[in-house]
């Protein structure tokens, strides 16, 4: 695998931070694995910060819809996702227009991670569910 995952839990969301390239089987690995951890962990709050440094075919940032899909990822998943990079930041805004439009996931793209996570925490219900 061309890329590296860093999971961090916190009490209330999971962060995940992805570095390498984008292909689209690795994109299929990252997203049963975000899927899976929040399963285990019982939390459906995600802060992704994407250290991508290369974009992939059109055709495979469409596909994420199966992604999606295939890893169980829906609305109950609040995903705060940042993409700091100007080279793959339009692509990673395709991927979450596509997403938006089918109803898979409930999330924002940003590029600041602190606007992310402020975003997510506010999104926690006050229980923390």
């Known amino acids: 695998m061309s890329e590296d995952l860093t999971i961090i839990p916190y009490e209330h969301y999971l962060h ?6 984008a292909n689209y ?8 694995t975000i899927a899976a951890t929040c399963r285990e962990h019982n939390c459906f709050n995600v802060l992704g910060e994407q250290k991508i440094t290369n ?26 996702w940042v993409d ?3 080279v793959t930041y339009k692509q990673t805004e395709f991927i979450r227009t ?3 439009n ?4 409930y999330g924002k793209l940003f590029t600041e ?8 925490l506010e999104k926690i219900p006050k229980n923390g569910a």
């Open 55 to 80: 974009t992939m075919p059109t055709m495979d940032a469409w596909r994420h819809q199966n992604i999606f899909i295939d890893a169980g990822i829906t609305a109950k998943y609040r995903i705060a």
């Open 84 to 86: 700091a990079n100007p």
């Open 102 to 105: 089918r109803d898979i996931g």
């Open 113 to 120: 991670l602190e606007k992310a996570k402020s975003w997510l």
């Open 16 to 21: 995940f931070i992805i570095t390498g390239s």
């Open 25 to 32: 089987n690795n994109a299929v690995i990252l997203w049963k």
């Open 98 to 100: 596509v997403l938006s």
